[in-house]
């Protein structure tokens, strides 16, 4: 689905990579495209440091009711170890069976900081791999120069594309002893304009200056009003930001959980919930992976062939890399989740 998306896409009519970048209004657009996620990142900053030093008073609460969760659980299941213990002494099964409530203790003790600050670890190797990936180089191109760059290509034909709207309203005819009209002159300004904003831009960035078509058919031609194309612009890049604020905060909150999943394992049951909190944090680390993944071959091939539509990669990068994201993810999380059950199933079987 992913190539299909990227061959259907790249292969409209446009601009050549480099050559459909930049003005002043379009400039301020790409900057905050471009921030957008460090700053979603950053937003959670504060939350992730409270819990690795366990000042959070949310995750100080849900320790403070597992720990108690957990002494009630331990404290029914001592009979049965005392019970073990007077019979077999010292034996397999009785170590293999307090492994568990001794690490469980470990955990939540000193409100649950060693628990913390494991999850944070998770974290921070899960935001390493995200952005080791966004350092890969795909067909030569960086990933993450590719979502700059076209993001930058998509906002600075939006601006030429407004500016030949303005010209649209000027008057065809030609007066005495002129070469072109109003509206013809408007249209080769706001093309030359650009173009050379476009240069600019690019030579500051490195990036090269393009040569490129800038006809008007190409840049005007099947079009809604700049106005409302502009605004759905908008809509799409905060659907995108809010798609990796989702990810950012359901981090967090599956951290949040995890002393009640880890406390639930004391239940005496094969499959143990602390197994489904990690295949649901690998689940998630997933999604944000696939969704960099995802936006970075679209932006790669829209770089070898950039459509004249602005809204091109906000569309993709909004709607069609979550979707995808999301449903590698889930299959990804509930394949390790399968794995550990399973493991667990085999590992009780060769017991008995």
Do not use: H
Request: include cysteine; hydrophobic fraction near 50%; charge should be neutral.
């Amino acid at each position: 689905m992913i190539a299909l998306l990227t061959i259907l896409f790249a292969q409209t009519t446009g601009q050549q990579a480099g050559e459909n970048t930049g003005t002043t209004n379009s400039g301020e657009i790409v900057e905050g495209a471009i921030e957008g996620a460090d700053l979603i990142y950053k937003s959670f900053e504060n939350d992730w440091l409270e819990l690795a030093s366990g000042t959070s008073p949310i995750y100080t609460a849900v320790v403070a009711v597992s720990t108690l969760a957990a002494v009630v659980m331990i404290g029914f299941a001592s009979f049965g170890w005392y019970r073990k213990f007077a019979e077999e002494g010292f034996g397999f099964d009785f170590i293999s069976e307090m492994v568990l409530p001794l690490l469980v203790i470990a955990m939540l003790s000193n409100n649950g900081f060693l628990l913390a600050n494991t999850t944070v670890a998770l974290r921070n190797v899960s935001t390493g791999l995200n952005r080791s990936i966004l350092s890969i180089t795909r067909n030569g191109v960086n990933l993450r120069d590719a979502i700059r760059n076209v993001n930058a290509d998509q906002s600075f034909v939006l601006a030429a594309q407004i500016a030949l709207a303005d010209c649209e309203k000027m008057s065809e005819e030609k007066k005495e002893g002129e070469e072109l009209s109003r509206k013809q002159a408007c249209i080769k300004t706001a093309i030359e304009s650009t173009r050379k904003d476009a240069q600019k831009a690019r030579e500051k960035t490195g990036a090269g200056s393009g040569g490129g078509s800038w006809n008007p058919l190409d840049l005007s031609g099947e079009l809604i009003n700049s106005a409302i194309q502009g605004f759905v612009y908008v809509i799409l890049s905060g659907l995108s930001a809010a798609f990796q604020y989702i990810v950012q905060l359901s981090f967090l909150m599956i951290a949040f959980a995890a002393p009640i999943f880890l406390v639930l394992s004391l239940l005496p049951f094969q499959s143990k919930p602390i197994y489904a909190w990690l295949s649901g944090w690998l689940g998630l680390t997933l999604v944000l992976i696939s969704y960099s993944i995802t936006v970075g071959i679209i932006a790669s091939a829209i770089v070898s062939k950039p459509s004249s539509n602005p809204l091109l990669l906000q569309l993709l990068q909004a709607i069609f890399s979550p979707l995808l994201a999301v449903a590698i993810g889930t299959g990804g999380g509930m394949a390790v989740f399968s794995a550990f059950t399973s493991g667990v199933k085999f590992s009780v079987g060769l017991r008995r």
